[in-house]
């Protein structure tokens, strides 16, 4: 079976652009949450989509954000982006939303850079 | 902010030596998971422990939970070259208003040396 699929693995971004980042989950999975692990640093979470809607937000600017489709997929989209934007962004799925003791799958990630 | 702390931050062994990773947390939680890193690729999970529990094992994995000291630590014994990799404890707050949310710490960077 598939594992948890980001595209793209890396992007390389100038100050103010826009980006969109893409993945797709594990097959029946309905959740997908999305982290920002800036080089050193643990994960940091950004947002939960469950059943396509936002279950969750973190400390994030409203440059920062996301939508679920119908089959689970998911974007991340971030808004005249700065150089602190630069990290590896996580997707992670699960079969369902929090509180249910499941452990998250994640992807590879997509490596921003912003230059 | 990180409400997960993990010491030592770093560490480095002989292959076939045992490694403890402690991490300690802040508010009450659901459960305590583990994550493992290679070189800043994706987190794999490696074992979850439920507030209830104090004590869980997975092949050469053990994980210990102390809710009152408000800490975790897993052991991986007999270490391989293998094993070297960051591991990051993670908590599913009890309660959170952020539903799903992981916390995770800043992780320990474990070196195997064969």
């Known amino acids: 079976d598939a594992g948890v699929t980001q595209s793209p693995t890396h992007l390389i971004k100038t100050r103010g652009q826009h980006v969109t980042l893409r993945c797709s989950p594990i097959?029946?999975?309905?959740?997908v949450s999305w982290y920002q692990q800036v080089l050193g640093q643990g994960p940091q979470f950004i947002f939960q989509?469950?059943?396509?809607?936002?279950?969750g937000r973190g400390n994030f600017p409203d440059r920062f954000s996301a939508r679920q489709f119908p089959n689970y997929s998911s974007e991340l989209n971030v808004n005249a982006l700065l150089l602190g934007d630069s990290a590896l962004y996580l997707c992670a799925s699960s079969p369902r939303g929090g509180g249910t003791n499941s452990p998250l799958h994640f992807g590879n990630g997509t490596r921003l850079t912003v230059t | 902010s990180q409400q997960g702390e993990e010491d030592p931050q770093a560490l480095s062994i002989q292959e076939g030596e045992n490694a403890t990773m402690n991490c300690s947390y802040k508010t009450s939680i659901n459960n305590l998971q583990w994550y493992r890193q290679n070189s800043g690729r994706g987190l794999v999970h490696l074992i979850l422990?439920?507030?209830?529990?104090r004590e869980k094992h997975s092949g050469r994995l053990r994980v210990t939970l102390d809710t009152s000291k408000k800490s975790s630590s897993l052991l991986i014994t007999a270490s391989r070259a293998a094993d070297t990799a960051s591991y990051f404890c993670a908590t599913d707050a009890l309660g959170g208003t952020s539903y799903g949310k992981l916390t995770f710490g800043q992780g320990t960077i474990l070196t195997v040396h064969p």
């Open positions: 097959s029946g999975h309905k959740s």
């Open positions: 422990i439920r507030s209830n529990e």
């Open positions: 989509y469950y059943e396509k809607e936002e279950r």
